[in-house]
């Protein structure tokens, strides 16, 4: 007869105290020790058939890393993650998990799938602790040049897998800093700046350059690129903030989530009085939606000195896209939920916003997202007071680049359409991936898109 083994509950992650967390900008979660980290990695089953990898859109090599944590070789650990993804600081932070690999864990099925994502963060910030910088060398060269337009997580990746196949790579870039959402949305308190900027700084160790400041469409057409690179990966985001279109919206208060984390991040207003940048802050702040983006906003708005922060959402806490740890790390900062609730008219006096009126909501069948649909309640409405409304009700495709290239095939929604095995455009030469082409997704979606582009490319290139 063959023995069960016991496996263990998970070890939790040690976390910055409610009280104190929502003083500062520190991050929350604060990892696991090297003890925590062995005891949490000794529950994988190190399976024959790992269910796990199924789950990662990068392929990682997950019970490989996680058997290097068991035996004590925690740099080899980090060098393997490094093979498929080149950010794993940021993934092991901010990767839904428990949406990904962990959802496929084997040991889910019976208690708590194994902590994959703390362990990737785990090897990631042992080796940046130790001042370690290892990255893949790049394959022999090539001579083609290759542009890649946008420096988020799709971008980044799609410029890392091209360099290590040895061509010639330079990111173009809108904003002074790279990273994309990394950077100027993703707050300090869930991804700290430093772990995007030593992230970011491995492309430049596998011979990447990076040209900040340089809008595609506005300093230099897709047509100008293709004049001088063989092939052009366009990662530019969906950064384009929605609105609701109701009354009183334009009120001052009134922020898209977009420009109100911006300011907070990349202009650091959350740096205050160090950095003046003008933002409201303080009085009842109303956050609208119910994605990661929204709690970032109402969590952001708190440390920023608001006296309350309510989030309003159309459907139940169950539909809420946000992370759930992140939905339970706003509870706790006490941020007060109004579910079921949809505004219907910013609130003004003068040209001020002072609250917003909300109808109630009721559940009705399933849209085509597979959530229940929100019906509003006939004559049932309420108002909340409101010094800053932050609107996080999603975003749009940019349209400035496409708007410079015509041939530039694009779906009714203004995104780019691509070939689904190549990530290839209307345009030969031209890929794309990301959320310019999904609409709003996730960082490793991006990622996995760069990584069948880059490969994509590269036989194109070399055809
Ligand atoms: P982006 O990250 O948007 O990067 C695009 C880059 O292109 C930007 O740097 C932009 O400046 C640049 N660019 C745009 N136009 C041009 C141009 N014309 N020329 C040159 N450069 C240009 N996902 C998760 O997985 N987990 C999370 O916890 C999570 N939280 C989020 C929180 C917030 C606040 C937001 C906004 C998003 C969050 N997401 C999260 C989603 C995730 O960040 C995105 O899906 C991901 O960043 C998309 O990557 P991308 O490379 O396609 O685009
Ligand atoms: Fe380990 Fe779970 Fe992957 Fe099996 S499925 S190898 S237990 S992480």
Redesign the pocket.
Known sequence: MTKKRFIPDRVPIRRQDPGDRIQNFSEVALGYSDDEAQREAERCLLCKKPLCINGCPVGIDIPGFVNDIVEGRFKTGADRIKMENLLPGVCGR???QEDQCEKECILGRKGDPLAIGKLERFVADWEAQKGELDVPRPGRKTGFAVAV????????TAAAELAKRGHRVTV????HV??????????EF??PQWVVDREVSFLSEIGVEIVLD??????ATLDDLLGDYKTVFV?????LPMFMGIPGENLNGVYS??EF?TRSNLMRARSFPVYDTPVKRGGKVVVVGG???AM??ARTALRMGADEVEIVYRRSRVEMPA?EE?IHHGEEEEINFYMLSNPSEVLGRGERCVGVRCQRMVLGEPDESGRRRPVPVEGEYFDLEADVIIM?IG?RA?P??PSTAPELKLNRRGYIEVSAETMGTSIPGVYA?????TG???????MG??KIAAAAMDSYMRD
């Open positions: 901010v990767c839904p337009v946008g420096s988020g997580p799709a971008g980044l173009f870039e809108a904003l790279a990273g994309g959402v990394l950077t100027y949305g993703i707050p869930r991804l340089f809008v595609v469409g506005k300093t990662g530019i985001g969906a950064g989530a977009n984390l994605g990661n983006v970032d906003s992370r992140e996080a975003t940019n400035l680049l991936g990301g959320d310019i082409v709003s997704a996730t960082v490793i979606e991006g898109a760069g």
